[in-house]
């Protein structure tokens, strides 16, 4: 079973409106929660990163949330635009070099 | 700089059929891995390597193979392909744990 459990599958969002998705795990050793970024046809790439010292991390128009005591985590995407349409996977991982992944949710910005 | 390639791009097997990924990272990453890709079920880690020498199993790992030839390449072979592998299979390289992972375009692979 998928050890990152995220939510919603789908969304969408009018341009200039906000998107949020949820990420929640239960393997409390996972130290680094990135979020990937994914268009059609192309791999995923890293988009922002957060460990869990913090409870938020911003960059430009992406915040990540970090709620450590519940075990959750979720990205904010604000002022959204028709070039974030694409399909959001939110992943964590520790010292054992693994690396789990979400089921991904797609993003459609309507303009 | 080409980051991780992936080949085949695209892929049609019969069942039963073997055939083997081909993964190459020019970026001197330790660790390598492979992931597919279904609809609903996001990335699922098949196989991993820490470091060259190495492998170990991730979730999904039934009805595969891998060989890590080198710091560079990592391989997955498909021993006798069935439809339940249709998938998109991604490669991808880190350097240690805890950094970026990047990835490679992916291999679209259709077992009729």
């Known amino acids: 079973q998928q050890q990152v459990k995220q939510s919603p599958q789908s969304l969408i969002v009018q341009k200039g409106g906000i998107s949020i998705i949820n990420c929640a795990y239960e393997?409390?050793?996972?130290?680094?929660f990135p979020w990937y970024q994914q268009f059609p046809g192309k791999g995923p790439a890293l988009l922002i990163a957060?460990?869990?010292?913090?409870s938020e991390k911003k960059e430009g128009r992406f915040t990540i949330s970090f709620n450590k005591s519940a075990k959750q985590f979720s990205l904010h995407i604000m002022d959204s635009q028709p070039g974030d349409s694409a399909t959001y996977f939110c992943?964590?991982?520790?010292?054992?070099?693994?690396?789990?992944f979400g089921a991904g949710t797609t993003v459609t910005v309507r303009a | 700089n080409a980051g991780v390639t992936q080949t085949p791009k695209f892929q049609v097997l019969k069942t039963g059929q073997s055939m083997t990924l081909q993964c190459a990272q020019d970026?001197?990453?330790?660790?390598m891995y492979w992931y597919r890709q279904d609809p609903g079920m996001g990335l699922r880690l098949i196989y991993y390597?820490?470091?060259?020498?190495?492998?170990d199993k991730g979730e999904v790992p039934n009805g595969y193979n891998v060989s890590r030839l080198n710091k560079r390449e990592f391989s997955l072979r498909l021993e006798s392909a069935a439809p339940s592998q249709t998938s998109v299979y991604f490669c991808?390289?880190?350097?240690?744990?805890?950094?970026?992972?990047?990835f490679g375009q992916g291999t679209r692979l259709t077992v009729v």
């Open positions: 991808a390289s880190r350097d240690r744990p805890n950094t970026e992972a990047f």
């Open positions: 393997n409390t050793a996972f130290d680094y």
């Open positions: 957060i460990r869990p010292d913090v």
């Open positions: 992943a964590a991982s520790w010292g054992d070099y693994k690396l789990s």
């Open positions: 970026m001197n990453h330790n660790s």
């Open positions: 390597s820490a470091s060259e020498g190495t492998t």
